[in-house]
């Protein structure tokens, strides 16, 4: 059984800085593509980032680009989300998904083409 625990929120003014940790159980982290999701109230949940399994691609969607960064470790079994320049539309649930992927480096950027899933952690950015 895989699990995945994330932390790192809390409430940030507008332009301030957090960083989100997902901490993965299981011996086969390197094996899976790692991303980030949010939702917002009301809102269905969107993709923001994904990582290769090697670290070596990244994938953000066009609301974060140039602001939030992904990194893992693959010792540590932990992926990070680094969000910069966080605007009050970035408050939202975060959730830590693991994909498992037979081919290519990151796969689709739908919710259900993700196997495990974090409980969440909840970002506000006030203005």
Known sequence: QVQLVESG???????GSLRLSCAVSGRTF???VMG???QAPG????FVG?????GDVTKYADSVKGRFTISRDNAENTVYLQMNSLKPEDTAV????AQIL???????????AWEY??????VTVSS
Do not use: D
């Open 30 to 32: 390197s094996s899976y």
């Open 94 to 97: 975060y959730y830590c998904a």
């Open 102 to 112: 037979r081919t290519g480096v990151i796969g689709p950027t739908t919710p259900n």
């Open 50 to 54: 994904g990582i290769s399994r090697s």
């Open 117 to 122: 899933w974090g409980q969440g952690t909840q």
């Open 43 to 46: 809102k269905a949940r969107e």
């Open 36 to 38: 980030w999701f949010r």
């Open 9 to 15: 929120g809390g409430l940030v003014q507008t332009g």
